[in-house]
Antibody
Framework: EVQLVESGGGLVQPGRSLKLSCAAS????????MAWVRQAPKKGLEWVAT????????YYRDSVKGRFTISRDNAKSTLYLQMDSLRSEDTATYYC???????????WGQGVMVTVSS | DIQMTQSPASLSASLGETVTIECRAS??????LAWYQQKPGKSPQLLIY???SLHTGVPSRFSGSGSGTQYSLKINSLQSEDVASYFC?????????FGGGTKLELK
């Protein structure tokens, strides 16, 4: 059974940093691209970033380029999202998702809440 | 970026009814379309991929159709557990984009 478990969320002040983690199990992590998708309170879904299976290529939405860094440790089957220079508009639930490139997000974690506020 | 427009934004239907949700892309996405279901307080779950293929474990009362820029999700014989928000998403081109969602409630 595919399982994705996020951690690392919380309350952070504007301009500060936070690092999210996603522990994967139930599949060969190193075979798949992975992604972060977020959802602001009472809003829709928004893709944030994707990293391919070996970490050699990454993709970001424009609003987080230069501030967020997606990475992975295939030995630990873990995905990360380093979020720097956080803004109030980054407040959202962040989901980790398996993202075979050229395909849909086929499995999702339970999500972790990030609140950016002073 | 490819814009995805869903309609309606909200929908109220009775048990046993058939429901259809529409999704329109701003350009041809060549069936690179998925539908997700998000129940209250839960994470999204994949229902349909490639516009009309059912994901593993999804009940057969869900179906997808469409081509080009116009796609739809149909739920036959609505059940109480289908109360949720539904989102379409295109993966034909980067950046990957979602529709605004449709909130389905019971009448």
């Amino acid at each position: 059974e595919v399982q994705l478990v996020e951690s690392g969320g919380g309350l952070v002040q504007p301009g500060r940093s936070l690092k999210l983690s996603c522990a994967a199990s139930g599949f060969t992590f190193s075979d798949y691209a992975m992604a972060w998708v977020r959802q602001a309170p009472k809003k829709g879904l928004e893709w944030v970033a994707t990293i391919i299976y070996d970490g050699s290529s990454t993709y970001y939405r424009d609003s987080v380029k230069g501030r967020f860094t997606i990475s992975r440790d295939n030995a630990k089957s873990t995905l990360y999202l380093q979020m720097d220079s956080l803004r109030s508009e980054d407040t959202a639930t962040y989901y980790c998702a398996r993202h075979p490139l050229g395909a849909s997000f086929d499995y999702w974690g339970q999500g972790v809440m990030v609140t950016v506020s002073s | 970026d490819i814009q995805m427009t869903q309609s309606p934004a909200s929908l109220s239907a009775s048990l046993g009814e058939t429901v259809t949700i529409e999704c329109r892309a701003s350009e041809d996405i060549y069936n690179g379309l998925a539908w997700y279901q998000q129940k209250p307080g839960k994470s999204p779950q994949l229902l349909i991929y490639n516009a009309n293929s059912l994901h593993t474990g999804v009940p057969s009362r869900f179906s997808g159709s469409g081509s080009g820029t116009q796609y739809s999700l149909k739920i036959n014989s609505l059940q109480s557990e289908d109360v949720a928000s539904y989102f379409c998403q295109q993966y034909y081109d980067y950046p990957w984009t979602f529709g605004g969602g449709t909130k389905l409630e019971l009448k």
